[in-house]
C-alpha cells in the first residue's frame, strides 16, 4: 500500500515542472495534460466502493474532492447499467491521479469487516497496477 502512495506523489509530484515566464523570470506552473489511470474492476466492486466511501468520515475542505471522487465512480456504474453490464462484468474507471489517490485515502478511513480483507487487498493491488502503468506510459 505504501508502495501505491509512493507511485501516485510520484506522479502527482513528477508532473510538477515549472516555466520561467513573464518578466522579472517569475516561476509558474506549466502547463500540462493530466495523467488519467484507468483500473479495470468488477462492476459489484465499483458500487461497493461507492458504499463504502459514503461510510467515511470526511472534513468540510474535503467535500469537493468526496464528490468529484464518488461521481467519477457513479457514472461508470451508471454507464455500465446503461450498457446491460451485470456485477460480475469489468468496467474500467478513467481517474485523473489525484482522483485516484482521494479514492484510496478514503479506502484507507473506512471501516471494514475482516471478511472484507481480502477483496478490499484485491481492489487496492488493482489501484497500484493501473497507478504504475499510467505512470509508465506518462515518462
Same mark, same amino acid.
Request: charged letters at 20%; proline letters at 4%.
Given at each position: 500500500m505504501r508502495l501505491f502512495l509512493i507511485a501516485i506523489c510520484a506522479l502527482v509530484l513528477?508532473?510538477?515542472?515549472?516555466? @520561467? %515566464?513573464? %518578466?522579472?523570470? %517569475?516561476? =509558474?506552473?506549466?502547463?500540462? @495534460?493530466?495523467?488519467i489511470v484507468k483500473? &479495470?474492476? !468488477?462492476?459489484?466492486?465499483? &458500487? @461497493? $466502493?461507492? %458504499? $463504502?466511501?459514503? #461510510?467515511?468520515d470526511i472534513?468540510?475542505? #474535503?467535500?469537493? /474532492?468526496? $464528490?468529484? =471522487? !464518488? &461521481?467519477?465512480?457513479?457514472? =461508470?456504474?451508471?454507464a455500465a447499467s446503461k450498457a446491460g453490464t451485470n456485477d460480475e462484468g469489468i468496467v474500467t474507471l478513467e481517474m485523473r491521479t489525484e482522483q485516484v489517490q482521494n479514492l484510496f485515502m478514503l479506502m484507507q478511513r473506512s471501516q471494514l469487516k475482516? @471478511?472484507? /480483507?481480502? !477483496?478490499?487487498? #484485491?481492489?487496492?493491488?488493482? $489501484?497500484d497496477e493501473a497507478a504504475k502503468e499510467a505512470l509508465k506510459n506518462a515518462k
Open positions: 513528477g508532473f510538477g515542472s515549472v516555466s @520561467a %515566464q513573464g %518578466q522579472g523570470g %517569475q516561476l =509558474t506552473p506549466a502547463a500540462q @495534460a493530466p495523467v483500473p &479495470k474492476l !468488477k462492476l459489484g466492486d465499483v &458500487k @461497493a $466502493l461507492i %458504499q $463504502l466511501i459514503a #461510510e467515511v472534513r468540510g475542505q #474535503e467535500v469537493d /474532492a468526496y $464528490l468529484d =471522487t !464518488k &461521481k467519477v465512480l457513479s457514472n =461508470t456504474v451508471d475482516g @471478511a472484507a /480483507a481480502e !477483496k478490499f487487498k #484485491e481492489i487496492v493491488n488493482v $489501484l
